[in-house]
């Protein structure tokens, strides 16, 4: 079993930055993609990025683009999104996830067998 503990997050002004982590226990995640979902009040959860095994190649869903990166640090089986010039939109719970290993597409919630307990992430003046 693998356990994804999230931290970071909470309240930031429009413009401000937050960066979150994910640190995972139990079995290491350095051998999988890893990927950030969002899920705002009333929607449904979102594909915000994912990151590859060895983090060489990272892709981040349009609307963030140029404004959030995602990284990780194998030797701590630790993932980071650094959320930088931060909008109201952006408001939602934050979940990191580790992928099934089959699936051959990233962008979908079963894609995704371990999740993390979520962060709260508000944007607002």
């Known amino acids: 079993q693998v356990q994804l503990v999230q931290s970071g997050g909470g309240w930031v002004q429009p413009g401000g930055s937050l960066r979150l982590s994910c640190a995972a226990s139990g079995r290491t995640i350095s051998t999988y993609t890893m990927g950030w979902f969002r899920q705002a009040p009333g929607k449904e959860r979102d594909w915000v990025g994912s990151?590859?095994?060895?983090?060489?190649?990272?892709l981040v869903t349009d609307s963030v683009k140029g404004r959030f990166t995602i990284s990780r640090d194998n030797a701590k089986d630790t993932v980071y999104l650094q959320m930088n010039s931060l909008k109201p939109e952006d408001t939602a719970v934050y979940y990191c996830?580790?992928?099934?290993?089959?699936?051959?597409?990233?962008?979908?919630?079963?894609?995704?067998?371990?999740w993390g307990q979520g962060t709260q992430v508000t944007v607002s003046s």
């Open positions: 990151i590859t095994r060895s983090g060489a190649n990272t």
């Open positions: 996830a580790r992928h099934n290993g089959y699936s051959v597409t990233y962008i979908n919630t079963n894609d995704y067998a371990y």
